[in-house]
């Protein structure tokens, strides 16, 4: 079955700093993979997907990721950090043939001022 | 369109109780998934519901079962809870259709069990 790790259970960065958050999948066929985020007390919001095309996606709130099939990587970024950043961010992944979509351990992101 | 909504959002049972959470879909989607979200577990994946039958079904005791109705809403229910039960437990809605499904998720309702 397919997976996803989280690289990181905790990164912190200061304002204005380059966020990256780290996520590997595994699957044995294409996958898609998406990004949530989620902030406290809340569901899950999507900030972005991949699934076919193009490997730059561009989401929500100034993040984008690479879909890299080589590394198998899927790593979110966002050039300068905003404190309402701070949030948990959560990589998955899921296959073509059903719904089964599974999670990351998630990212918990601080924002220093 | 109304996003995903769940209720209630609050809980607080006691052990051996039974509970029952529900979900209404945003409109036009077949599927809804349920998932618990723990501190140490993290989001595990409960049951997937599409048509009114289940599709999918993660790895957790008969304890927890589901239904959907014709109009897509679906309930969860946990029985003889424990304490281990306590949870965010998540809902998320999307076409079932296949493909890039993607999933748009609810508040949650938080259970507490004392």
């Known amino acids: 079955a397919q997976s996803v790790t989280q690289l990181g259970s905790h990164v912190s960065v200061s304002e204005g700093a380059l966020v990256l958050l780290r996520c590997n999948y595994s699957s044995s066929v294409p996958p898609y993979l998406f990004w949530y985020v989620q902030y406290p007390n809340q569901g899950l919001q999507l900030l972005l997907k991949?699934?076919?095309?193009?490997?730059l996606v561009k989401g929500i709130n100034g993040f984008e990721a690479e879909f890299k099939k080589s590394e198998t990587s899927f790593h979110l970024t966002k050039p300068s950090a905003h404190m309402s950043d701070a949030a948990e961010y959560f990589c998955a992944v899921t296959v073509p043939v059903n719904n089964d979509m599974r999670f990351g351990a998630g990212t918990r992101l601080t924002v220093k001022p | 369109k109304a996003g995903v909504t769940q209720t209630p959002r609050y809980l607080i049972k006691t052990r051996g109780q039974q509970v029952t959470l529900s979900c209404s879909p945003i409109s036009g989607h077949r599927s809804v998934s349920w998932y618990q979200q723990t501190p140490g577990q993290g989001l595990q994946f409960l049951f997937e519901?599409?048509?009114?039958?289940?599709?999918n079904k993660g790895n957790f005791p008969g304890r927890f079962s589901g239904r959907q109705f014709s109009n897509s809403r679906s309930e969860m229910n946990v029985s003889t809870l424990e304490l281990g039960d306590s949870a965010l437990y998540l809902c998320?809605?999307?076409?079932?259709?296949?493909?890039?499904?993607?999933?748009?998720f609810g508040p949650g309702t938080r259970l507490t069990v004392l």
């Open positions: 991949y699934t076919t095309g193009a490997t």
């Open positions: 998320a809605s999307s076409s079932g259709q296949g493909g890039p499904d993607t999933q748009y």
């Open positions: 519901y599409f048509s009114e039958t289940q599709r």
